[in-house]
């Protein structure tokens, strides 16, 4: 590197993210949250609106030799929904920016655009503009979502309370092992001919990788049964990740424990395949598109009968710090082994 210039891995995504952005103050009164939670809140008149963005870029975050194309735009449109769902909003429209090399086809992109009509099909969602150019390298796709909610209604990730109830919608780490076996496959397929790939009993972790659900369901859920978060995100860069996010700007602790963690039964015998230690996974594998959220504790009885949801820990002082608390009782420190793209080593 030249003379003081910074590595980007030095700084990691979010210090990155917080260095790029700290010198922009608010100036606007619709501005409510900016920068540093799932979507952005907006307001305006009694609706509060909620903007993401997600940025998918082939090589990185998708390899179209394994990722169906019309997975992937589906795939892109739902990333975008669950950051909304995890404001405790409804995503209402999208837009779509794609980047294209002449490596594609216009059928290639109807493909893509197959899967992002049925997302919004099914979420209820309408596109309404975006951007086409022509790329170097490679295909890009970003897809930009507006959402709606009652002011009242929005959960953020900064107030969770001690004492409150840490809980997590469906299980985790499948995505992450959908992945791996993959990306296994595909080194397999590499250099024989009429390769098949046996995907017999991995139905579930290839579809959690493949075609992930945003959790409107819980959302609705939770509603129905008269349940507001105290805080709320979703689980895009492992849990492990989310937790520390939610804690941080709560400023509170945490503990949860290994032995609560939902891991569906897919993703165990996997892991055992592969070696790699299965609550490691589930802990740090992203990509699970569920919802992490607190309650208070006297919503205990209410969470306890609720189907697909699991309660893993408990909110605490910030004194005591992150830990998970392991099935012999010993706990450990929670560290954010998430995504992250500037990272060499991950
Ligand atoms: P998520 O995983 O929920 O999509 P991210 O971790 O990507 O959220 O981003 C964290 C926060 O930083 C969000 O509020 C996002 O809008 C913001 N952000 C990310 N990248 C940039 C950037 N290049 N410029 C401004 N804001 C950014
Ligand atoms: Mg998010």
Redesign the pocket.
């Known amino acids: 590197m030249e003379n003081n210039q910074t590595e980007i891995s030095e700084l990691g995504?979010f210090g990155l993210?917080d260095r790029?952005?700290k010198d922009f103050p608010l100036k606007n009164p619709e501005t409510k949250k900016g920068?540093?939670?799932?979507a952005?809140i907006l307001s305006f008149g009694d609706k509060d609106v909620l903007v993401?963005?997600?940025l998918l870029l082939e090589g990185i975050h998708f390899d179209v030799r394994y990722v169906p194309l019309k997975h992937l735009g589906y795939k892109a449109a739902i990333v975008n929904f669950s950051?909304i769902y995890a404001m405790n909003g409804t995503p209402k429209q999208i837009t779509v920016s794609i980047g294209v090399s002449s490596r594609f086809t216009v059928e290639h992109l109807d493909a893509i655009y197959s899967g992002i009509k049925l997302a919004c099909e099914i979420y209820g969602v309408d596109l309404v503009g975006g951007d086409t150019s022509a790329s170097a390298t490679g295909l890009v796709i970003s897809i930009t979502c507006i959402g709606v909610a009652a002011p009242e209604d929005v959960v953020r990730r900064d107030g969770a309370k001690p004492t409150d109830i840490i809980c997590v919608s469906g299980d985790l780490g499948a995505a992450f092992m959908g992945l791996q076996l993959l990306e296994r496959e595909n080194v397999v397929a590499a250099g024989q001919k009429n390769f098949q790939p046996d995907f017999a009993g991995k139905e579930y972790i290839l579809e959690r990788q493949l075609k992930p659900e945003a959790r409107k369901d819980i959302i609705e859920m939770l509603r129905k049964e008269g349940i507001k978060p105290t805080s709320m995100?979703?689980v895009?860069?492992g849990l492990s990740s989310e937790l520390l996010h939610i804690c941080k700007d709560s400023d509170t602790g945490c503990r949860v424990y290994e032995d609560k963690i939902p891991i569906d039964y897919q993703t165990a015998l996997m892991a055992e395949e592969f070696n790699m230690n299965l609550v490691t996974a589930a802990m740090n594998g992203g990509e699970d598109y569920e919802l992490l959220f607190t309650v208070p504790l006297t919503d205990h009885e209410k969470i306890e009968k609720l189907k697909g949801v699991t309660m893993i820990g408990y909110i605490t002082k910030p004194e005591l710090g992150c830990a998970m608390v392991t099935r012999d009782g010993a706990e450990i420190p929670i560290k954010a082994q998430g995504w992250n793209a500037f990272n060499a080593q991950s």
């Not at 920068?35 to 799932?38: A, E, I, N, P, S």
């Open positions: 995504e993210i790029l952005t920068v540093g939670d799932d952005a993401t963005t997600d950051d995100m979703d895009s860069d």
